[in-house]
């Protein structure tokens, strides 16, 4: 018989161990983590705080067959979807339910929680007379064996959807408090609808539409309107006052509201685009000679349906120039006031939309770097803006673009704008549409 090598006996033995001893860390970091949750569940119950699942990994894990099946659990739950392999899970609370209680803050002490308060301004309250607002609570960090629950605070705002702020740590703050990288909210904007359900037997709500909630999640980042700068910009040049001007700023106001329902019904992002994305940018407001609307759209979203869709919300079609291929353009009229719609084309490292002068054919194309969306507000409305603003605003206006101009040539004062050729005279008659 062969002599057994006591060395590889030795390392399969010190192997096999280190691997059992990781499967029992693992279920017990899983067991850990469900006593935890159970524990900050029962105390919210108790305090009538209703929460909502936010917790992406949890959440991944869920589908509509795991909803339709809830109620044919065993007894003993198996933690098939609260308990995830990471040490932390978030939940998020409507801020106008939550009164600050002392007593929820003591029995969660009293259960061994460990609590880190993160507070911020209310920008509900800053405007550009004021500049600042009072304080309230944006996050809740419980620890207790290890494992953290993120609270997120909901709050609404005024064009009615939910936000929340950044998570960001004071100077004297426990960075170690938390594994901070792996939280999943910072800046998020909007919630879907909730439903209450039962997951591994704990009473909780989730989101209405789940894969919808994730995929928000992802390009949830909210750009907040630079007050400070647009109220010193305004000291310098102060907003005209004028009937005229008055008049046209809620008329651009009701005219961007209906785009914004028009394009939803559609499932069609958009965003602020030219002149209108400077105006939120420079002065968090319409520029009052700037005349029109403008957004933009990638082409990739384009649907046949969207000129029925305005004229159906109201609208008239102005001119429709380009087509989908290339420099594709509508504008619509509505009391008096142009909603211009750019379509915009991705190409490498940029994306560009096109221009068409109508009495001679000649194309233009304006060239902007690559960009994502964020959200933001304005005129009470939530809206899609460029995450990169300064770059875009500086892409179509330049540098100069915080000196206000009022002479404007959009086939040359563009800082990005290009000759593109012309369109063939033999298609003018589908290229060029002027109503």
Avoid at 163 to 191: C, E, I, N, Q, T
Avoid at 371 to 397: G, H, I, M, Q
Wanted: proline share 4%.
């Amino acid at each position: 018989m062969p002599r057994v090598n006591r060395t590889i006996v030795l390392s399969l033995l010190v192997i096999s161990s280190s691997v059992f001893l990781l499967f029992q860390l693992y279920y017990y970091r899983k067991y850990v983590g469900k006593q935890t949750v159970k524990k900050f569940l029962a105390l919210a119950q108790r305090f009538r705080l209703p929460m909502f699942l936010a917790d992406t990994a949890a959440l991944g894990l869920l589908s509509q067959d795991a909803l339709r099946q809830r109620d044919r659990q065993v007894r003993e739950p198996h933690c098939s979807f609260l308990c995830t392999d990471r040490p932390i899970t978030s939940f998020a609370v409507y801020a106008n339910l939550w009164k600050y209680d002392p007593g929820f803050l003591l029995a969660a002490e009293q259960k061994g929680f460990e609590l880190l308060q993160l507070r911020g301004e209310d920008p509900r309250l800053a405007s550009l007379d004021t500049l600042s607002g009072e304080e309230i609570p944006l996050h809740f960090l419980l620890r207790l064996n290890g494992h953290v629950i993120q609270v997120v605070f909901l709050y609404e705002r005024s064009g009615n959807y939910l936000w929340h702020g950044a998570l960001r740590l004071r100077a004297h703050a426990d960075r170690s408090f938390a594994p901070f990288k792996m939280l999943d909210y910072g800046r998020h904007a909007g919630v879907p609808q909730l439903v209450l359900t039962v997951l591994d037997g704990l009473d909780v709500q989730v989101p209405h539409n789940i894969s919808r909630f994730l995929s928000e999640q992802r390009h949830a980042r909210f750009l907040e309107c630079r007050y400070r700068d647009a109220h010193n910009f305004l000291q310098l040049f102060p907003d005209d006052s004028s009937a005229a001007a008055v008049d046209f700023r809620r008329k651009a106001k009701s005219l961007l509201h209906v785009a914004a329902r028009t394009l939803a019904l559609l499932d069609i992002p958009f965003w602020l685009s030219s002149g209108t994305c400077l105006g939120w940018f420079r002065q968090c407001g319409i520029i009052s000679y700037s005349r029109d609307v403008d957004v933009g759209i990638f082409i990739r979203d384009f649907r046949w349906d969207i000129v029925a869709a305005f004229r159906n919300a109201g609208l008239s079609l102005k001119h429709k120039f380009g087509k989908v291929e290339d420099s594709l353009e509508l504008s619509f009229v509505s009391d008096d006031v142009k909603l211009d719609i750019f379509f915009f084309y991705e190409d490498g490292d940029i994306v560009w939309n096109g221009g068409t002068q109508a009495k001679s054919g000649k194309k233009f194309k304006y060239v902007f770097p690559r960009f994502s969306l964020c959200w933001a507000e304005l005129l009470e409305l939530k809206v899609r803006v460029p995450c990169e603003t300064l770059d875009y605003v500086t892409a179509n206006y330049g540098a100069s673009w915080s000196v206000p101009v009022k002479s404007w040539d959009w086939k040359s004062s563009p800082s990005n704008v290009q000759e593109n050729g012309a369109w063939p005279p033999a298609e003018w008659a589908g290229l060029i549409q002027v109503y």
